[in-house]
């Protein structure tokens, strides 16, 4: 009887000491059940299809759309855009675009570093990834937005400059309008303002930032008296091919879960895309005759962004109408309204972002359905409702607003340490060789013996242009 009783005393207690244990392994487990591993993987693979969007995708485009002579400062752009955000998002950006909100204006720095930012979920933005899955894929977001905006400025500013803009840009526009829109407390955000993958946040910021900044750098020398057509349209296209790709992750992955709604995006995102190929080169072949291959190729990237605020709101044939109208519009911009008011857009960063992010904002308050996201209120066309409408011209306003002021007094700030823009000299010879030493199309980078005898000879004969 005595062991008896030794045995169950010896065993309660053994109980006593590790009930708890089996307690927190409980508490883990449930903690771990929160991470979804099929959401997590969809959004690390939409994380991989944004940032191709910039590296090849982006690159190859404006790069083919540049003149040869710059093709290699063109794809710089870009690829510095991924480089440097890559290490000022982790550092402090996210931090002041989904950290702890103050005054709805901005994130508190309690994040920087990447400090209290783990393995775990955060429930205010995704409660089935782990945060730092959430963190990478919107840093894809911040880079391609950073690398957008050179397409307005290609082939005349220097690339120290152009490094400078990228953070002070980054820091002071993108991130305070990013916590704006989407940051827990952010005051667009607490308006009721939609923007499901970025038209106001990447499209409306890169277009119209890119807009001041090619009207405070001046046209580039010999706009209107020598041809500036792009060199390698299959560049072009495969670039554009590349941005449609990637954009299914830029769409469905703001879905943050392998799910319905990431579904619905991935569907209205071809739809418009689509649809905005088609009217756009209907519009150029009206127009001017012929339908070209740069026409698709560009309409293709004004169906992307239009669709882009509205993709996680809209079904199939409201996203069909918002494609056929981008296309039209954009081809507009690009093909009308530059022409007309003569402002060096060079690679029609305005005319497609600008304008396709605006658009876009503007049908997402038309054609929203809490059908398709209850998250969502019905728009004007299918519920009546005018005041998302209102919300959505206010978010327009806000977010025109911040990038024209931020980047003017970014530009000027920079201004005050470094010129902004290439020489006349340097343009004439061109920004590959004059910044990076380089041709694209020869067998040798340049040394410095070299280099002022190509530029000599690249200066007689204009050849370079």
């Known amino acids: 009887m005595k062991n008896r009783l030794t045995c169950a005393t010896l065993i309660a207690a053994a109980f006593v000491l590790i009930s708890p244990g089996l307690v927190w392994a409980e508490e883990a487990a449930g903690a771990a059940a929160q991470i979804d591993t099929g959401d997590t993987a969809w959004v690390l693979v939409s994380a991989a299809l944004v940032m191709l969007m910039t590296l090849p995708g982006l690159a190859l485009f404006y790069g083919g759309l540049s003149r040869k002579k710059n093709v290699l400062s063109t794809i710089m752009y870009s690829f510095f855009a991924m480089v440097i955000i890559s290490l000022q998002w982790p550092l402090w950006g996210y931090s002041l675009s989904f950290g702890p909100d103050v005054n709805h204006l901005i994130g508190s720095l309690d994040w920087l570093g990447l400090k209290n930012v783990g393995f775990g979920p955060n429930p205010d933005y995704a409660a089935t990834i782990p945060q730092q899955a959430f963190m990478v894929f919107q840093m894809m977001f911040a880079v391609i937005t950073a690398a957008l905006i050179s397409g307005a ?48 946040v990447v499209h409306m910021l890169s277009g119209v930032s890119g807009l001041v900044a090619c009207l405070m750098l001046g046209r580039r020398k010999g706009l209107g008296s020598e041809p500036m057509i792009p060199h390698n349209l299959p560049f072009v296209v495969l670039g554009a091919a590349l941005l449609w790709f990637g954009w299914f992750g830029f769409n469905a992955g703001s879905s943050l879960g392998a799910n319905d709604l990431a579904a619905s995006a991935f569907v209205v995102t071809q739809l418009s895309t689509a649809a905005a190929v088609l009217s756009w080169v209907v519009a150029e072949w009206i127009h001017h005759g012929k339908p070209t291959t740069l026409g698709a190729a560009s309409g293709a990237i004004a169906g ?162």
């Open 153 to 200: 400025f290609a082939e005349r500013m220097r690339f120290p400059a152009f490094m400078a803009f990228l953070v002070l840009w980054t820091t002071l526009v993108y991130d305070p309008v990013a916590h704006w829109v989407w940051g827990v407390d952010g005051w667009l955000r607490n308006l009721g303002a939609l923007d499901f993958a970025g038209g106001t």
């Open 304 to 465: 992307l962004v239009a669709i882009t605020p509205a993709s996680g709101f809209v079904s199939a044939i409201p996203s069909i109408i918002i494609g056929l109208v981008s296309g039209v519009v954009c081809y507009a911009a690009v093909g009308v309204l530059k022409a007309r008011l003569r402002y060096d857009d060079a690679l029609d960063a305005f005319g497609i972002h600008g304008v396709g992010g605006t658009w876009g904002a503007i049908a997402t308050g038309l054609f929203a359905s809490t059908a398709v996201n209850e998250a969502a209120v019905d728009g004007l066309f299918l519920g009546g409702n005018a005041g998302l409408l209102g919300k959505q011209f206010i978010a327009i306003g806000a977010s025109w607003g911040m990038a024209i002021v931020g980047t003017f007094v970014v530009l000027k700030v920079i201004g005050v340490f470094t010129k902004l823009r290439a020489t006349d000299e340097e343009q004439d010879v061109g920004l590959d060789f004059t910044q990076h030493g380089e041709d694209a199309y020869a067998d040798f980078v340049l040394s410095a013996s070299s280099f002022g005898a190509a530029k000599a000879t690249a200066l007689k004969s204009g050849s370079e242009r």
